[in-house]
């Protein structure tokens, strides 16, 4: 399973653009970059999943450069909501674990 | 809703007792996952069901007992624990063998151990 490293936390403004980067520098070829939101005292909420390039939902961009050893996870125009636990986690279908990191922080102010 | 249901939301039990937390999956997924969170601590995976069967066992102390009768059911037996056991108990499932390995979380049990 690849290990991740994403920082800590992360500080931000309503209406600012947060982007957080991952790094997995022992990705395997079949595996895919996956993020994951967390609110205090929920479970985890599936944002974006992608495997190259980049990969844009209605609730952010997952952008992956063609060595795939790092990603970064891009949230535009954050709201007060948008505070919350983000993990970033690596693998496989057949082999998923879901092994969450630490996570990043992100807090997000008035 | 996310189709993954967990009972109860909130448990309080001494270290005497015996208790079941449940998790129910409406997704037709074939893993399922029950994970502790302490306090301002990242999430710890404690055993993982693939087709019924456990593939994962993270070294969790056998006062945690897990049971999956089916795909779309889980169970935490416990027994005996400790104050430190105190947490958020989660299950997630998923649907392996798919390209997409989005998971679903349930709510959670707090759970209170005195």
């Known amino acids: 399973l690849a290990k991740t490293t994403q920082p800590i936390s992360m500080d931000s403004y309503e209406g600012q653009e947060v982007n957080i980067t991952c790094s997995h520098n022992n990705i395997a070829t079949n595996d895919y970059i996956t993020w994951y939101q967390q609110f205090p005292s929920q479970g985890p909420r599936f944002i974006i999943q992608g495997y190259k390039t980049k990969v844009t939902n209605e609730v952010a961009s997952l952008f992956i450069p063609a060595d795939r050893k790092s990603s970064t996870l891009s949230l535009p125009r954050v709201s007060l909501s948008d505070t919350a636990v983000y993990y970033c986690l690596v693998g496989v279908s057949n082999d998923y674990k879901l092994s969450f990191g630490a996570g990043t922080t992100v807090t997000v102010r008035a | 809703e996310t189709g993954v249901t967990q009972t109860p939301r909130h448990l309080v039990m001494g270290m005497t007792n015996k208790k079941s937390l449940k998790c129910e999956q409406h997704?037709?997924?074939?893993?399922m996952y029950w994970y502790k969170q302490s306090a301002k601590k990242p999430l710890e995976l404690m055993f993982v069901y693939n087709f019924k069967e456990q593939t994962e066992n993270n070294s969790v102390p056998s006062r945690f007992s897990p049971e999956c009768p089916n795909s779309s059911h889980l169970f935490l037996h416990l027994h005996t624990l400790q104050p430190e056991d105190s947490a958020l108990y989660l299950c997630?499932?998923?649907?392996?063998?798919?390209?997409?390995?989005?998971?679903?979380f349930g709510q959670g049990t707090r759970l209170t151990v005195v």
């Open positions: 997704l037709g997924h074939n893993a």
């Open positions: 997630a499932s998923s649907q392996l063998l798919t390209e997409n390995t989005e998971a679903f």
